[in-house]
């Protein structure tokens, strides 16, 4: 079984990333850290808000979150989940910086991110 480390990332897709940057800095008090054309992130207590202008996968307003969940090893992880029974919708991917996502659907067809991170410490 693979160890799952806690709740690390929920991103949101945005059809305006410029507005949806400016509106998440205000509501929140607070710039991103990272800030590219591709995404934005926001660290919020220690947790990543992350937004996505690529809406072709996930559209904007309710269901267009994703939760992603902390795990040492992307690939061992996404492994584990499809034994389980989830489908894979989108591969282990690198997004930069040694960070690695994927996605599945449950067997309900909830939408689970797994992320892999080597920068983030939990508190």
């Known amino acids: 079984m693979t160890a799952v480390l806690g709740l690390r990332t929920v991103i949101y897709h945005v059809p305006d990333l410029k507005r949806a940057k400016d509106w998440y800095s205000s509501v929140f008090g607070v710039r991103p850290y990272f800030d590219e054309p591709f995404y934005v992130g926001f660290n919020i207590g220690g947790y990543e808000l ?8 996930a559209k ?3 269901g267009g979150s994703v939760a992603y969940w902390g795990v040492p090893n992307a690939d061992a992880a996404l492994a584990h989940f499809v034994q389980a029974g989830a489908t894979v ?3 282990v991917q690198d997004v930069g910086e040694g960070i690695r996502v994927a996605t599945v659907a449950d067997p309900f067809g ?5 992320i892999e991170n080597p920068h983030f410490v939990a508190a």
């Open 50 to 57: 992350g937004l996505d202008p690529d809406t072709k996968g």
């Open 60 to 62: 904007p307003g309710p």
């Open 110 to 114: 909830n939408v689970v991110g797994l």
């Open 89 to 91: 919708r989108s591969a």
